[in-house]
Each structure stands twice: as structure tokens, then as C-alpha cells.
């Protein structure tokens, strides 16, 4: 099959709700189209239906017109609400958001504006809304900005208690700058607190403790925006620092212990990495790498109701062409089912950045960047993916 519009038949072949087996859809929020669309955030709304929220534009951070899009599938409909803006500050880029309702069921869009078209000079935002299962943009009740005033000294102690130990050892050119580069910004007070963004879904913890996962490209490490008080005051987290352990996904244990999944924007070997928190979110273990690869690319972890976790990933340890949904039953010690959502040749497509939730039914969701190559002028055509699945689903396996 060799026709432009090859990627869209593939997408609907075999995925009909009804078909043999556990229940599994897929759509396109929107038609494939020249525009970037990239990094989509997923909640379910109270009363059902879903929100989703990306960033739509010409490129990204070095691109002006980039804002924040969103999207409906109201409870019981067949088909996605027509895309519509969300935020803008006009002008800059504005990029990675994500969504979250709190405990007072008010719906939070997080996201950063790109202030000089680098990553590091990001500037976070918040709005809120108590009004928005409506068709169209949210009506915000408030908003600002996520400033964070980091405990200077404990933040350089940390950053150089990590690099410290290995410089002498290390020899590779570009690793090298960049551990010199973390000793040298460490103290910086202005560049501590310019650069965090976010990428993954905020969690609110049983004590009402909201959680909101950050990263910086400007250090290649993360932290937690941290509020006991719904979002009126926020605090931050000692840094998760590590070989570029970014965008980090949290889930809670049942000891209560938190476990950060993180991204590997750092040297080989390739693999997500972790660290643990012992006290909801203020200090962290020395992150460490898992055994599960990543090829430099978003990850999420969610706790399903029944106590299994789901990871949602690119399996591989080069390329964004294989996305996958694994399971654990003993809180990712191991995981021991794994399934693709998608999969193509590497350079014909790239699926990856998911968002996951499990709805008040039971039902998984998964929305993602889907990105493929059209045949017709090799350029690449880019939608929104929404996935529904169940847990059987996954226990089943690949096809054969």
C-alpha cells in the first residue's frame, strides 16, 4: 500500500470497537496535517468525556506562533470536538502543557512560554477553571505564573554532590562541558529559577498535597512544584539529579512512597531512570537507571485502581517508531506484559509523548503525537492519537 494516504487506512483497519477479542479503538483527534502538533495531555472531565490539550504551531520553541490547542469527546459522542485555542501568549511559543483536575474538581492547564527560543529561558503558567465541559475554550477563573524559590545553597549542595565525584573520571568531550556547565549554573539564582517546565499529568496526593512534575533542559534534571494549600503557595522539591533525568512521571506506592520514571536525555546506555521519595515529594534518592529502554523521549506511569501500574513508552533505545503500554502487578519491580500501540519502520513514523489516564470506568486512555511520513513528498504529516483499551487488552499480546 503505497498511496499518500496509506497511514490513515492503517489506522482504521483492525481497530473497530466491536472486533474479536478485548475491546480496543483509536481515531485521530483532527485530520494529519503540515503543522506540528506535539505533546497532548488527557483528563477525564466529572460527568464523563474527555479534555485534551497539545501545542499546535509552525515548530517549536524557535517558533512564534506556537500555542496551546484543545479538544472534546463529550460523554457518549462518536467524534472529537473541532480543535480550538486554549492559551497564546502572542508572540512566543508557548509549549508542553498538561492537565489536571484537583479534589474541588477544577480543572488546572500548566504550561511554559518560551521567552527567547530556548528551552532554558522557559516561564511557567497556570490558569484554572470551574466552568469548562462546555464546547470551546475553558472559562478561567484565575491564573498566573509558577515562580519557584529554591533553597540556593541545599540546590547547589545537591547538584554538586552529583558531579563532583565523577568529572575527574570522565573524558568524553560533550559530557565533560556539561557536568563543568552544572557545577558553574549551580549556584546561579536567577538560572535556578528560569527553565522548569512541565510535560506530565500533575498528582494530588490522599494528604490534598498537589504534586506538579517539572524539568529543565537548562540542567538536564528535574524537580517538584510542591502545594499544600490547592495551588495558592508553591514550594520546590530538592532537584532529581542525574545523566538528564528529565520529565518525570510520578506514581504512589501503597507505603506511600513515591517513584519518579523519567526520560534519558543523557549518554548511553539508554534507559528510563528513577528515584524515590520517602516524604511525598521533598527530597529524592540518587536517580538511578532502570533496565527498560528509552530513546531519549517521554514517558507516563499511572497506578490503575485495581493496584497494577501502567508505563507508556517508547521501547526502544533508538527512535520514537515503537510506542508501547506494559503492566506490572508488584509496583514496577518487574513488567511482565507488554503491547504496542504502535509501531512502524524507523523514519516512516513516530508515535510517542503519551498521556495516560484510566477513566472512572475502568476504560485506559491514551493520547500521543503521531507523526508519519507521507509518501507522496516524504514530508511529515502530524495529528493528535486517542487510544482506548482495557487491561485485558494488553494481556493478550501482539497479534501474531
Same mark, same amino acid.
Given at each position: 500500500?503505497?498511496?499518500?494516504?496509506?497511514?490513515?487506512?492503517?489506522?482504521?483497519?483492525?481497530?473497530?470497537?466491536?472486533?474479536?477479542? !478485548?475491546? +480496543?479503538?483509536?481515531?485521530?483527534?483532527?485530520?494529519?496535517?503540515?503543522?506540528?502538533?506535539?505533546?497532548?495531555?488527557?483528563?477525564?472531565?466529572?460527568?464523563? /468525556?474527555?479534555?485534551?490539550?497539545?501545542?499546535?504551531?509552525?515548530?517549536?520553541?524557535?517558533?512564534?506562533?506556537?500555542?496551546?490547542?484543545?479538544?472534546?469527546?463529550?460523554?457518549?459522542?462518536?467524534?472529537?470536538?473541532?480543535?480550538?485555542?486554549?492559551?497564546?501568549?502572542?508572540?512566543?511559543?508557548?509549549?508542553?502543557?498538561?492537565?489536571?483536575?484537583?479534589?474541588?474538581?477544577?480543572?488546572?492547564?500548566?504550561?511554559?512560554?518560551?521567552?527567547?527560543?530556548?528551552?532554558?529561558?522557559?516561564?511557567?503558567?497556570?490558569?484554572?477553571?470551574?466552568?469548562?465541559?462546555?464546547?470551546? !475554550?475553558?472559562?478561567?477563573?484565575? /491564573?498566573?505564573?509558577?515562580?519557584?524559590?529554591?533553597?540556593?545553597?541545599?540546590?547547589?549542595?545537591?547538584?554538586?554532590?552529583?558531579?563532583?565525584?565523577?568529572?575527574?573520571?570522565?573524558?568524553?568531550?560533550?559530557?565533560?562541558?556539561?557536568?563543568?556547565?552544572?557545577?558553574?549554573?549551580?549556584?546561579?539564582?536567577?538560572?535556578?529559577?528560569? /527553565?522548569?517546565?512541565?510535560?506530565?499529568?500533575?498528582?494530588?496526593?490522599?494528604?490534598?498535597?498537589?504534586?506538579?512534575?517539572? +524539568?529543565?533542559?537548562? +540542567?538536564?534534571?528535574?524537580?517538584?512544584?510542591?502545594?499544600?494549600?490547592?495551588?495558592?503557595?508553591?514550594?520546590?522539591?530538592? !532537584?532529581?539529579?542525574?545523566?538528564?533525568?528529565?520529565?518525570?512521571?510520578?506514581?504512589?506506592?501503597?507505603?506511600?512512597?513515591?517513584?519518579?520514571?523519567?526520560?534519558?536525555?543523557?549518554?548511553?546506555?539508554?534507559?528510563?531512570?528513577?528515584?524515590?521519595?520517602?516524604?511525598?515529594?521533598?527530597?529524592?534518592?540518587?536517580?538511578?537507571?532502570?533496565?527498560?529502554?528509552?530513546?531519549?523521549?517521554?514517558?507516563?506511569?499511572?497506578?490503575?485502581?485495581? /493496584?497494577?501500574?501502567?508505563?507508556?513508552?517508547?521501547?526502544?533505545?533508538?527512535?520514537?517508531?515503537?510506542?508501547?503500554?506494559?503492566?506490572?502487578?508488584?509496583?514496577?519491580?518487574?513488567?511482565?506484559?507488554?503491547?504496542?500501540?504502535?509501531?512502524?519502520?524507523?523514519?516512516?513514523?513516530?508515535?510517542?509523548?503519551?498521556?495516560?489516564?484510566?477513566?472512572?470506568?475502568?476504560?485506559?486512555?491514551?493520547?500521543?503525537?503521531?507523526?508519519?511520513?507521507?509518501?507522496?513528498?516524504?514530508?511529515?504529516?502530524?495529528?493528535?492519537?486517542?487510544?482506548?483499551?482495557?487491561?485485558?487488552?494488553?494481556?493478550?499480546?501482539?497479534?501474531?
Amino acid at each position: 500500500m503505497k498511496t499518500r494516504f496509506a497511514p490513515m487506512l492503517l489506522l482504521l483497519l483492525g481497530t473497530a470497537w466491536g472486533q474479536k477479542g !478485548p475491546p +480496543y479503538a483509536a481515531e485521530l483527534l483532527f485530520p494529519l496535517e503540515s503543522w506540528h502538533n506535539h505533546s497532548s495531555s488527557v483528563v477525564e472531565m466529572p460527568g464523563g /468525556g474527555l479534555f485534551v490539550v497539545w501545542f499546535h504551531g509552525s515548530g517549536e520553541r524557535r517558533s512564534d506562533d506556537v500555542l496551546i490547542r484543545g479538544s472534546r469527546l463529550a460523554s457518549g459522542a462518536q467524534t472529537w470536538e473541532a480543535p480550538f485555542e486554549v492559551a497564546d501568549q502572542p508572540d512566543f511559543p508557548d509549549t508542553n502543557c498538561t492537565l489536571f483536575v484537583d479534589s474541588r474538581q477544577r480543572l488546572w492547564l500548566f504550561w511554559p512560554t518560551i521567552l527567547a527560543n530556548e528551552w532554558h529561558t522557559a516561564l511557567m503558567n497556570y490558569r484554572v477553571s470551574t466552568n469548562y465541559r462546555q464546547p470551546g !475554550p475553558p472559562a478561567w477563573d484565575f /491564573g498566573g505564573n509558577l515562580l519557584l524559590k529554591h533553597d540556593l545553597e541545599r540546590f547547589e549542595q545537591k547538584v554538586r554532590a552529583f558531579v563532583e565525584p565523577d568529572l575527574p573520571k570522565v573524558t568524553e568531550p560533550r559530557l565533560k562541558a556539561w557536568m563543568e556547565r552544572l557545577l558553574e549554573k549551580s549556584g546561579d539564582k536567577f538560572f535556578s529559577r528560569l /527553565g522548569w517546565m512541565t510535560r506530565t499529568h500533575p498528582i494530588q496526593l490522599a494528604t490534598g498535597r498537589i504534586i506538579v512534575p517539572l +524539568y529543565s533542559d537548562g +540542567y538536564s534534571f528535574s524537580l517538584m512544584a510542591i502545594s499544600d494549600d490547592l495551588g495558592q503557595t508553591w514550594r520546590a522539591s530538592e !532537584p532529581l539529579v542525574g545523566y538528564g533525568s528529565i520529565q518525570p512521571s510520578v506514581v504512589v506506592r501503597k507505603d506511600g512512597s513515591l517513584v519518579a520514571y523519567m526520560r534519558d536525555a543523557g549518554p548511553a546506555p539508554k534507559r528510563i531512570q528513577t528515584s524515590v521519595s520517602d516524604d511525598q515529594g521533598l527530597t529524592w534518592s540518587p536517580v538511578v537507571d532502570t533496565q527498560i529502554p528509552n530513546p531519549g523521549s517521554s514517558c507516563e506511569a499511572i497506578v490503575l485502581k485495581d /493496584g497494577r501500574w501502567i508505563l507508556v513508552y517508547n521501547d526502544t533505545e533508538r527512535g520514537r517508531h515503537s510506542l508501547a503500554v506494559a503492566l506490572s502487578e508488584d509496583e514496577g519491580a518487574t513488567w511482565r506484559w507488554e503491547r504496542h500501540l504502535d509501531l512502524s519502520e524507523p523514519g516512516l513514523g513516530s508515535f510517542h509523548y503519551p498521556s495516560v489516564i484510566q477513566a472512572r470506568d475502568g476504560a485506559i486512555h491514551v493520547t500521543y503525537s503521531y507523526f508519519v511520513r507521507d509518501a507522496a513528498d516524504a514530508a511529515w504529516r502530524k495529528s493528535i492519537k486517542h487510544a482506548r483499551f482495557n487491561v485485558a487488552w494488553i494481556l493478550e499480546g501482539d497479534p501474531q
